[in-house]
């Protein structure tokens, strides 16, 4: 059956739309109310880029939420599981962030850009919503906002060249998740190194989006010598390294899953003196032990083309043992592999997944996947 996606008004163009469209993108997802490219027609050559050489990505739909005022360090610390005493201006760090039960709402990485003013870099939920009424009904004085802010990523082996070539050699300095405001040409932006890959990269946080098809030609002229061509984030490699996704491998509203769920468990500091939200329900949790564990898992059979949504892990008898949330096929190990979570008590299974008619074994995994 062939169909249609109807994409209307109510998804945004990112700064770099046009620039993607010009590099022939062949193909969008929708993430944070936005396009984003989810290719462009070659998915095994950008998958190459991305592990050997050079890609830049559009992920301007990894929005900013803006804290800013007197009470932004407070709030910050209330919505994120983590201690954040010890955050330095500039210095980013991953923060999950959970609702009052203890079920992850996010995983944005924060970026302190002043004492009283801080970033949340989000996946795809509506966090800003999330913040300002925390705000309010706390009544501190802070101010919850979008800003014109667009990630543009420059990710794998050689990126470290492209930026050094655009940039200066400062850039070589810039520890992992480190950042600092400067500008290329007269384009402000904030430049930090990290990103949606485990290759190592930059991301360009571009502060005037009608300056968005002019920084994509910039970074594009600068990669041409190192073979920079255009790509997406890549579910194979993510994969393969056992990256979470907030959305693909747990959802409050399809897999409600907590940190400890998700192996995100040593990111929530219950020692903080500080209260944040879950805070009570994560300590239960942690008291009792999570019923599921994050999982990589290897699937029998012909090569698969990619999970359109997450399945079942069934045991013997037919029961729903836990779930795979995601799934490609890797040339690298020459196997279908997937991650996903599986019920604690049942890791000496006998596993099976039903994919379209077919049973399939499963086996289990550790994560990232080795040769």
């Not at 959305?247 to 400890?260: E, K, M, V």
Request: aromatic letters at 8%; one cysteine or more; glycine letters at 10%.
């Amino acid at each position: 059956m062939t169909f249609q996606i109807g994409i209307g008004p109510n998804n945004r163009k990112s700064a770099y739309f046009d620039a993607t469209v010009a590099e022939g993108v062949a193909c969008f997802s929708v993430y944070n109310h936005m396009f984003i490219p989810a290719h462009f027609g070659d998915p095994e050559g950008e998958y190459d880029a991305l592990m050997n050489g050079v890609a830049m990505w559009d992920v301007a739909a990894q929005r900013q939420v803006d804290l800013s005022g007197p009470d932004a360090a407070r709030l910050i610390q209330y919505l994120t599981t983590r201690d954040m005493s010890n955050t330095r201006i500039g210095q980013g760090r991953y923060v999950p962030m959970c609702d009052h039960q203890g079920r992850l709402i996010n995983d944005p990485v924060l970026l302190m850009l002043a004492q009283d003013r801080y970033w949340l870099s989000i996946a795809d939920s509506d966090i800003a919503l999330w913040a300002s009424a925390i705000a309010a009904e706390r009544g501190w004085d802070v101010t919850v906002a979008e800003p014109d802010v667009s990630p543009l990523a420059v990710q794998g082996p050689k990126a470290e060249a492209v930026i050094t070539a655009l940039f200066g050699d400062w850039v070589r300095d810039l520890r992992y998740f480190g950042f600092k405001q400067t500008q290329l040409g007269d384009i402000p932006l904030v430049l930090a190194r990290s990103g949606w890959s485990k290759q190592g990269g930059f991301e360009m946080y571009l502060q005037d989006s009608s300056r968005g098809g002019e920084l994509w030609a910039k970074v594009k002229a600068a990669g041409a010598p190192f073979g920079i061509r255009p790509g997406a984030p890549n579910d194979v490699e993510r994969i393969e390294s056992g990256l979470v996704s907030y959305g693909a491998d747990g959802r409050l509203q399809t897999n409600p899953c907590t940190p400890y769920d998700i192996g995100l468990g040593k990111l929530v500091d219950l020692e903080t003196p500080d209260d944040f939200i879950g805070k009570e329900a994560l300590r239960r949790i942690a008291d009792e032990g999570t019923q599921r564990e994050r999982s990589g898992f290897v699937i029998a059979g012909a090569p698969l083309t990619g999970a359109a949504h997450s399945i079942s892990v069934l045991d013997d008898k037919g029961q729903p043992r836990g779930v795979l949330s995601d799934y490609v096929y890797s040339k690298r190990f020459e196997a279908n592999i997937g991650v996903g979570m599986i019920a604690s008590d049942a890791k000496q299974a006998s596993l099976h997944v039903v994919i379209g008619d077919e049973a399939r074994k499963v086996t289990l995994r550790s994560l990232p996947f080795e040769s």
